[in-house]
Nanobody, 120 residues
Framework: QVQLVESGGGLVQAGGSLRLSCAAS????????MGWYRQGPGKQRELVAD??????LYVADSVKGRFIISRDNAQMVSLQMNSLKPEDTADYYC???????????????WGQGTQVTVSS
């Protein structure tokens, strides 16, 4: 069983900051990419940022310069969110592409999500 557990969501005023963390646990051989998606009210889920085990980053244009993704260790990823805007309000989900054994292919696993609300 693999679990991704997110923490750090909450309510913040516009211009404020929050830090999201995600920890993977269970039988895991290796994790390739870990990242954050979000789904705002009435919107489709979108990729916010991700990072590979080699340190290659992707950051969406909508958050570039405000959000910083980091790989704290092989099984943890964080998202530092600064200068938050009301349009950042969404449920944020952690995703990991990982291999459970040396011979298995990579599969995607998702966390349960954490809510971020930015008030104006």
């Amino acid at each position: 069983q693999v679990q991704l557990v997110e923490s750090g969501g909450g309510l913040v005023q516009a211009g404020g900051s929050l830090r999201l963390s995600c920890a993977a646990s269970g039988i895991i051989f290796s994790i390739n990419t870990m990242g954050w998606y979000r789904q705002g009210p009435g919107k489709q889920r979108e990729l916010v940022a991700d990072i590979t085990s080699g340190g290659r980053l992707y950051v969406a244009d909508s958050v570039k310069g405000r959000f910083i993704i980091s790989r704290d260790n092989a099984q943890m990823v964080s998202l530092q969110m600064n200068s938050l805007k009301p349009e950042d309000t969404a449920d944020y989900y952690c995703k990991a592409n990982l291999r459970r054994t040396i011979s298995s292919q990579g599969n995607d696993y998702w966390g349960q999500g954490t809510q971020v609300t930015v008030s104006s």
